[in-house]
């Protein structure tokens, strides 16, 4: 199956130090990468893949206007609208260039054609006494983290605290989790965080608050068999919603979780499924029901021309 020559330039190596803090190897974009250069004879060929690690590009640039601008020119004389491609993004913006809409993108951040799991390397698997009903150690970087703290202060059954992205932080964080009967897995700055996939590789029910939900595999799986949704307008009603879940149902969803884990929230599990769903845009195409392959593509639709953007790139550096 092919794919687009990319150079090296867009294709970084990760960020030091690296995030998560406990992250030892490739994440998504580099990894999948790998998976197709590895298996792909068994994609199809009318479907293109674009291997650009956006993620690393962006924050090796700081974002910064003459880098996206040189990624744009390459986009635009590399991408021929007739085809079509598909890529991967980790970003929680999604991708911040105009892509052709024939470009299938899958997000693991919040922004995308299709989720897919933000994932990290594993914790170690959470065991021991749970005397805790839920934790959260991480930053409040979106008002629903601060609304959790909010809701949930002064009750012992819960402990929700600031962390630190360093080996400390990360000792800390298993510790907790170690003790919890749930993960509590508010959304960062992109829709999801790699906290929920982080509570779902470690066994522990996740429960997944949101006012834009971001669920991979929802059209496969059901997530209230292994997790709790919970959104925004509802927390008012967590400490009742978890303390009703009892024993025997608490032990199903860690079973729950013990089965769909491997084939789905994995590195190599996630990237069979998105072989799978490359194989069925091939049998039945793509229609993209919405704007949605960042946060403000919206705004990049209504505000750019195609002249606009000619102009842009011939701009000199």
Known sequence: ??????????????????YPPHQTGPLVEAWFRDFHEAHAER??????????????YYDRHEYGWRALRRLQQFLDES??????YF?????????????PDSVVVFGAGGHGDVA???????????SGPRDLLASFVGAPTHWVRRRLAETLAGDPRFVVAEGSADAEGVRRFEALMARSEFALCPRGHGRTSFRLFEAIQMGVPPVYVFDEPWLPFADELNWRAFGVLVHADELRWLPAILGEIGPERREAMRRELARVTPSHFTFAGCAERILERVLRLSEKGFARPVVGRSANEALLRASWSDQ??????????
Do not use: C, K
């Open 1 to 18: 199956m092919p794919s687009v020559p990319v150079p090296a330039e867009f294709q970084p190596t990760r960020r030091e130090p690296p």
């Open 116 to 126: 897919i799991p933000l994932l990290s390397s594993p914790h170690p698997r959470a």
């Open 79 to 84: 991408l021929d609208p007739s085809q079509r």
């Open 87 to 99: 890529t991967v993004v980790q970003h929680a913006d999604g991708i911040l260039n105009l892509l």
């Open 308 to 317: 606009t953007r000619r102009n842009l790139s011939r701009r000199p550096t």
């Open 43 to 56: 994609f199809p060929d009318d479907w293109i893949y674009l291997p650009v690690f956006w993620s690393a």
